[in-house]
């Protein structure tokens, strides 16, 4: 990375870290912008120039599981490769998530704060029609399957992370990685109840 880029990444951190602070301090409703800016020591623009909010600022792996699932390659071919690719990218992307310092910490916060997790609700259904859109607009799913792949994916995304953060927040030592894999293994024993 160039010296523009480790600066901007950087900036990032120190919001998020400041983000994180402060909302396990005082919670997210009592967290603004402003207080986010005043914390490192910027101005509220330039907080929104690398977030479009605090719970943005908090959550960013969001708009980075998106990128990957929507621009990513995926097994041609009928739906259960299809949707076995996208798990695989949905698995990689949570072992980034999972290499993140803060991973244990917004875990927490995702438990603690309701607000939170509606925010991220939000933002998996954006990930659900994005997905939905390009695997019907790619035209090996008709519509209706390219929305249950897009759903299946997101929830298998979901139910790890929220497994993992319920144990994160009653002090119960698990594996992040071990809780998606199981996550798919369960899916994939429910599916055939569908046929």
């Known amino acids: 990375m160039g010296i523009r880029e480790d600066r901007r990444a950087q900036m990032q ?16 409703g009592a967290t603004t912008i402003g207080h986010i800016a005043e914390r490192v020591g910027i101005s509220e623009r330039t907080v929104f120039r690398y977030y479009a909010s605090k719970e943005h600022a908090l959550m960013p792996g969001q708009g ?32 980034v998530e999972v290499e993140c310092s803060d ?21 998996e259904r954006g990930l659900v029609e994005a997905l939905g859109e390009v695997l019907a607009g790619r035209g090996e799913l008709t519509p209706i399957r390219a929305m249950l792949v897009a759903e299946l994916v997101t ?10 953060a319920r144990d994160e ?15 798919v293994r369960e899916l994939g024993e429910l599916i055939p109840l569908a046929r």
């Open 13 to 28: 951190r120190d919001i998020r870290g400041a983000a994180l602070d402060l909302v396990e301090e005082r919670g997210l």
């Open 64 to 95: 980075e599981l998106v990128t990957a699932l929507v621009g990513g390659e995926f097994a041609a071919g009928n739906p259960f490769g299809i949707l076995a690719s996208l798990l695989g990218t949905c698995r990689e992307q949570f072992a």
């Open 103 to 123: 991973f244990r910490r917004i875990s927490r916060l995702l438990v603690k704060e309701p607000d939170l997790m509606r925010f991220v609700a939000s933002e």
């Open 155 to 164: 929830t298998a995304w979901r139910v790890a992370w929220q497994s993992f």
């Open 169 to 183: 927040f009653e002090g119960i030592e698990s594996n992040p990685m071990e809780l998606f894999d199981e996550t």
